[in-house]
């Protein structure tokens, strides 16, 4: 549709004034949220994490589709397999969906030659927790982008969008929309089920997929930084590339072991990069509780650097006496849906002014403006709402509350009832380090639970931050056989790789771990083996057996030789067994690790018609075996041929 010469003018404003826009928001990425002048641009800061889109979808809420890991964000959009006009991108709190949407906005703006960006005409990203009641896309459009812009209209928007040959629409935060899960007919649900602008590309974030759309669009997912992210990060937005300072900082953060548990989470990483590098003093912490702790008084101590003189104790006090902030976190978690957001005047009336200015000046608290209800036409009003600046920081405060509640509490099943533990892992976590007779009265109430009982245990860890108190409940879980299955919730994944983690360390036995769909693949370093779901099973030097089960999942001989390494690793390793596997008929000789060879370890495969071999360590050859696992030619090998034909003809004959 050609536009007049008024209307082009106009379209020229709306580029114009959504560039600066975006670069307003993509030039004021804070890493730290107590240092406020320390800014940076999304490009020279953004790393990228691990991708994997959805090939086949998942039809049902318990049942895997098709994974692939990408080798970048960019092949969400270009690999032909994902091609559609529809996708979601799903990730974790604080995996990086936020920012992804401003290195694709950076990209646009700056016309990045190998984006796929660079051929869009118009980009619109919107952060969906600040539409409030607004319905209509262009009313949105205009409230948040185009505020500045007077000469242009709603329905000049409108008009302008429909006469261009390609849009791009990124909606952010759909968890954090208040019209989510509704059956309200607003653009944003017509937009994602193509009802309305069905040519446009449009791109949803998202931290869970909504059960409407899981037929509707294209999947991707986002899984957080590997090894090779984090080093990357490092090197280019806390030391600039100082090799002897990047080994130093890595240097300090393995020190920390329990730093591993929360540097998945970008980012946790990226905060404790960065305050790892500005303090030489960072101490050794024995669970996640000690480290929110530290890091919390780092916010303060900064502030009372920048502002107040450090011997006044009055800082001091507002560190501890947070009791309403606390009431206040736990209420909006405590519920159905989660609220996360809060109109500013009632918290700031509820906390007080003193205190308020305290958690916005430290970064605690971050201010953000919403439609308000009461808009009428294009007479926009806007609402001020204050959110946590991160979830973790809402369940770090909420979990002080949830400790002198449960301390008082003679039944917990009433008051837990909206506390998800495996949606809200860290807040009963917090819980129980921050105090000991809670703590207990949550582990009891945990192990009561289906998959609770692993949690319990690093809630006891938790609680105490000595190993030695849960040895004994890892002897027990380690002397039988591990499942970790890839419809199990993320918390009982993460439970259980790191409890398999500590019993390497402690070195107890580990009798059989058995990854069942989670079609684990070897990391570039041969040190992690990476779980579909993103979490990594690093070298488990006392686990005895492995066993990989995947229903007619392909392995090529470099994918195969990369498993045999990392298992190679396994010192302790007897047994690797790969169950319906469709596996190369035979292996380089070369890809066997000679520890194998000189370990005996058995390699298994039962194939996908059920026939069960055993990889010849001199040959590579697969060759069938016995009943009890040998080989031809080893001591003990008994022919079963012909038993198998007796019996096939005494069958025969009975018939």
Known sequence: MELNPDLQEKKIFLIECLKRTYKGQYDAIQPLP?????????????????????????????????WERLESYKSIYTDFRFKSKRRIIQGEPGYGKSTLTLQLAYDWCNDVSDSPMNNVEILILLRLRQLGSVKSLYRAIKSFLLFHEPRVSKHDIEKIIHSCSSVHIILDGYDEYPGRDSNDNDDVHRIIKMELFADFD?????????????????????????????????RKAVVFNNDEAVAEIKQRLNENSILADLCQVPLIF???????????????????????????????????????????????????G??????IAFEGLNKTNQQLSWIKTRFHQRVGQELYDQYISIGILVEEDEVSDDSTGDNVLFTTMVRFYHKLFCEWYAAHHLATLVKNAHDLSDMLRFLDPFDLQYLFRFACGLDPDAGK????????????????????????????????????????????????????KLSTTQLLEIASKYHIPISCVWLIDCSPRVDESGLNLILQSGLSLSILSSLQKLGIFNISRRLTNEELAAILSYSSQCTSLKELEFDYYVLPDAIPVGSIPSSFKSRNVKVWNTTVHGEDRRLNLQTGQWQACDNYGNLPGEEGFHDTSYQYSLANFNQAMSN
């Open 270 to 320: 990226v905060m404790s990069a960065h305050m790892v590098h500005d303090q030489r003093d960072l101490m050794k912490f024995k669970s996640v509780t000690q480290f929110f702790k530290h890091m919390i008084r780092c916010f303060y101590d900064h502030l009372k650097r920048k502002y107040y003189d450090n011997k006044s104790n009055k800082f001091y006090r507002h560190e501890t």
């Open 441 to 492: 009265k949550l582990i009891n109430h945990l192990k009561g639970l289906p998959g609770g009982d692993k949690f319990a245990i690093l809630c006891i860890l938790e609680q105490t931050g000595d190993v030695n108190d849960i040895i004994d409940s890892v002897k027990e879980l380690c002397s039988r056989d591990v499942d970790i299955t890839e419809s199990d919730s993320a918390l009982l």
């Open 34 to 66: 107590y240092i406020k002048d320390r800014l940076y641009c999304v490009d020279k800061v953004f790393v990228e994490g691990g991708v994997e889109v959805c090939l086949a979808p998942e039809l049902t809420p318990g049942t895997r589709g098709s």
């Open 202 to 234: 449009v791109s949803l974030t998202t931290r869970y997929l909504p059960e409407c759309l899981r037929k509707e669009t294209k999947g991707a997912k986002l899984t957080g930084f590997d090894d090779k992210a984090r080093d990357e990060y490092i």
């Open 322 to 327: 947070h009791h309403e902030l606390e009431k």
